[in-house]
């Protein structure tokens, strides 16, 4: 009776860490305390700077959290829960981005200047991901966006292109447990940063993310089926009043894309 009890047992201990690995994918606390190493929070966390000599030196460590990325196998990240996938996802994107910065730094002044007229850095094939030699363009677009799995428009504020106009590279990792906070929180962050975004003379002035990106904020994402619809869930954070809101739902507000700034964005 005491060997089932304990076989019982020991399968139930199983499945709760089946379970448990699951909802949580990789480990993602190298990668966690280098962020806590080397990005510095400014203009109240709305922006970050990376110290980019920081992670040269910590270049080891980076390689090792990559390298431990690039085991994940397609068929476990396929088991993982959603939230755990999108983690994954976002901290892949941003560690091969001080990845790719780190090819060429100090010698660059905007992610720019490791591509050419013929391709961008963001379609450089580099990243051993899933089983397959990606590029940054691919997690984005086919691995998160063109997945059809996740209808996450906050996405756009979590991926950080090492630009001063991106929204800031936050500075932890992303986790399962966290996701949902963790995007809500950057999402706003963002959208009340008036550098970026901003009502000026009753023009909604916002960053060109909106603009290359409309289509992903229209995707009936918590029945937001519009980018007005989208903004106007973000008043609070935009600045706007209840009157204000209302005429830009009501389309009685002009929209206007900001200069993106792509010059790098290194701790000065």
Not at 62 to 83: H, I, P
Not at 158 to 181: D, F, I, K, M
Request: aromatic share 10%; charged share 25%.
């Amino acid at each position: 009776m005491q060997r089932i009890v304990l076989v019982a047992l020991l399968l139930m201990q199983a499945l709760l860490t089946g379970s448990s690995a699951l909802a949580a994918g990789v480990d993602h606390t190298a990668w966690d305390l280098l962020l806590k190493k080397h990005v510095v929070a400014v203009r109240g966390g709305r922006a970050t700077q990376v110290d980019y000599a920081g992670f040269a030196a910590d270049h080891r460590q980076l390689g090792e959290y990559l390298s431990q990325l690039s085991m994940v196998k397609q068929a476990n990240f396929d088991r993982w829960l959603g939230k755990a996938q999108l983690a994954f996802l976002i901290n892949a994107y941003n560690a091969w981005t001080i990845e790719l910065i780190l090819s060429k730094y100090p010698d660059l002044k905007s992610i720019k200047d490791l591509g050419s007229l013929l391709r961008s850095p963001w379609k450089r094939e580099f990243i051993p991901l899933l089983g397959k030699t990606r590029t940054l363009d691919d997690i984005e677009h086919e691995l998160i966006l063109g997945s059809g799995r996740y209808n996450e428009p906050r996405i756009h504020f979590a991926l950080n292109c090492a630009s001063v106009g991106c929204p800031a590279l936050r500075g932890e990792a992303w986790t399962a447990q966290h996701l949902e906070a963790q995007l809500e929180e950057a999402t706003r962050l963002f959208l009340s940063d008036g550098t970026r975004n901003r009502l000026n003379e009753g023009t909604l002035e916002i960053s060109k993310i909106f603009k290359w990106y409309r289509s992903d904020f229209e995707q009936n994402w918590r029945a937001t089926i519009s980018l007005r619809g989208f903004l106007a869930r973000y008043a609070k954070p935009l600045k706007l009043t209840d009157q204000t809101r209302q005429r830009l739902l009501d389309g009685d507000i002009n929209i206007d894309y900001l200069d993106y700034d792509w010059k790098l964005n290194a701790r000065r």
